[in-house]
């Protein structure tokens, strides 16, 4: 069962916290949940208030959108993706909705904690490698606020219809895959919690140097 963190039950952190302290062994953080639940937007958060993570870029065939200045992405062609699944260069990767997404193997003399951003197929290959990985499930306040924010992206009417058909089942895996279950009903209280959850599993597994 996912532990559900809530701000009475967080431990507190300085919310500008700047710490460079490493893990011994650097955390695996893997960021879920549907597509236009605010992902991006707590990824770039968290990485402006915490030091210690560093993102991984993942790959996508997809197409950039109007709004993407480039750099959210390794922007490549099937055949690029499929010839580095064959070098076997992914931790992980998925194909979701038509299009290829991998997170490259991170190396290894990072000593930072790892944040990734991906759908649930990914989190599974993630987790079934590395059970000590922390899948922290990321939720709307409701249902019409997310199809109000996948319409604002600009995606195509068909495209924000497929992406909610898909939110139900990245919710139902997403819910038996996590360790934690937070609500992305403010960019600050929930990026706050994320990292009170983060410092107290720094804590529980020795983390602090
Ligand atoms: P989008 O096309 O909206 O940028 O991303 C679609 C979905 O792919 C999102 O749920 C996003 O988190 C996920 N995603 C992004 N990068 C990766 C990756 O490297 N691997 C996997 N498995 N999913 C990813």
Redesign the pocket.
Known sequence: MPRRVGSAGSVLVSANNSSTLLSAKPLVVVLIGP?GVG?GTITRRLLDLNSRLWLSR???T?APRESEVGD??YFVSRAEFEAAIAANQFL???E??G?L???PKPSLDEPRDLL????V???QQVRAQDAEAVVILILPPSLAVLEERLRGRGDSQDHVSLRLVSSAT?LAIGHELADFVVTNDDIERVTGEILSILESLRVSRGNIS
């Open positions: 597509g992902k993942s790959w996508t997809r959210e992405y992980e990767w998925a979701f909705h299009n997404y991998g997170t990734l951003e991906i759908e197929q990914g989190a990245e």
